[in-house]
């Protein structure tokens, strides 16, 4: 198998790679498959730097992102060792699994969120423990719909959530949106959006201090009422300010999320 | 390359010889990030993009110059500075640097 056959096969299986190449300097095309289970395949031309720039790409690929870096062609990194070598140019290029979006809530905004999340490439699971609603005719753009409380969907899969993921609840059922928070809170997932009125989410603060949900620094990874402040009143308009705000959290630009205005959240 | 691989595969049962550019750096403003790819045929098959349309015929030329071996593989950089006004540039101002090599490994 050549290297592009081993890329190709793991990106469609959508299993992280990443992929160096000598761009500039010695050894211009050389090429480094890297994956975060294996040894890494092919070279750039020498052993040591094969070690440097697999143990870089593997960093690079853990964050998801993908760039030039800078080496002597023995793989040296430091600024003094630079000095009197030529410089290796590599790109690393990052193959991560999409993202993961879980919508909790099986309503007619979930159907709008989920297509705005496939639209910039999220792996999308709908979550509702209701069977007549968490249908795959009522949500076929999701890639799952799971019938099941939060606190066991959690339990299973709680552990893969990261700092690229989100978590929307949708809900607006105390009985529901409680377990969810307390689960992603848990969990090290980058976006939590709650919808729900201003005082809908007072109540709920107050239900989640009876369940123990108190702390200042958790209460503050909570983005509700979900969504940017943009007036929007119908699903779809929804399901855009709460992307907007998924990549405004994640960038830190300062655009208005509803959650630190006042007054009505529509129009 | 993601959306490129149903027809790099077809290229390559096809026995054909083919280039890829890949977005490797953006200064400035920039339309795609890094990793952003087109792929040229030897034949003059195009697909992919590596900006909003400002460069890619640029970059079918100088694909297709690696092809016929006239130039090498390396770095190609697509932007407007003040000693290159008449280089091709892009509408949103910034500096894109590609990397165009044949697809042969």
């Known amino acids: 198998m050549t290297i592009f056959d081993e890329l190709r096969n793991r990106i469609r299986a959508e299993e992280p790679v990443a992929l160096a190449t000598v761009v500039d300097g010695p050894g211009v095309g050389g090429k480094l498959l890297v994956v975060p289970d294996r040894d890494a395949e092919g070279s750039l031309g020498h052993p040591e730097l094969d070690r440097v720039v697999a143990r870089d790409a593997r960093a690079e690929l853990e964050a998801g992102r993908s760039g030039v870096r800078h080496y002597g062609p023995e793989g040296q990194t430091t600024p003094e060792d630079l000095m009197d070598t030529p410089v290796v140019r590599v790109f690393v290029e990052s193959w991560s699994p999409p993202p993961e979006m879980w919508i909790f809530g099986a309503v007619d905004f979930t159907a709008a969120l989920a297509k705005v999340a496939k639209v910039l490439g999220y792996r999308v699971t709908v979550c509702d423990a209701r069977e007549i609603f968490a249908t795959r005719r009522r949500f076929p753009m999701a890639d799952e719909v799971r019938v099941t409380w939060p606190g066991p969907m959690f339990d299973e899969r709680g552990d893969d959530l990261g700092p690229r993921d989100a978590v929307c609840i949708l809900t607006h059922d105390p009985k529901f949106d409680v377990p969810a928070v307390q689960g992603a809170l848990a969990s090290q997932v980058g976006y939590i959006g709650v919808m729900g009125s201003r005082r809908t989410h007072e109540k709920r603060l107050e239900r989640l201090a009876e369940a123990g949900v108190d702390a200042p620094e958790d209460l503050d990874r909570l983005m509700s009422p979900i969504g940017l402040d943009i007036g929007a009143r119908t699903p779809e308009e929804t399901a855009i300010s709460i992307c907007a705000e998924i990549i405004a959290r994640r960038t830190g630009r300062p655009a208005a999320p509803l959650r630190d205005g006042e007054g009505a959240i529509h129009g | ?105």
């Open chain 2, 1 to 105: 390359m993601k959306e490129l691989l149903d027809d790099l595969d077809r290229w390559r049962a096809d026995g054909k010889r083919m280039a890829v550019a890949r977005v490797v750096d953006v200064e400035g403003s920039g339309p795609r990030g890094p990793g952003a790819a087109m792929a040229v045929s030897l034949d003059g098959e195009v697909i992919g993009s590596v900006s909003g349309g400002c460069v890619e015929g640029a970059v079918v030329t100088e694909a297709l110059s690696i092809l016929h071996g006239e130039r090498e593989p390396g770095i190609v950089t697509f932007g407007y500075s003040d000693d290159e006004a008449f280089a091709v540039g892009l509408t949103c101002g910034g500096t894109i640097r590609l990397f165009i090599e044949e697809l042969d490994w």
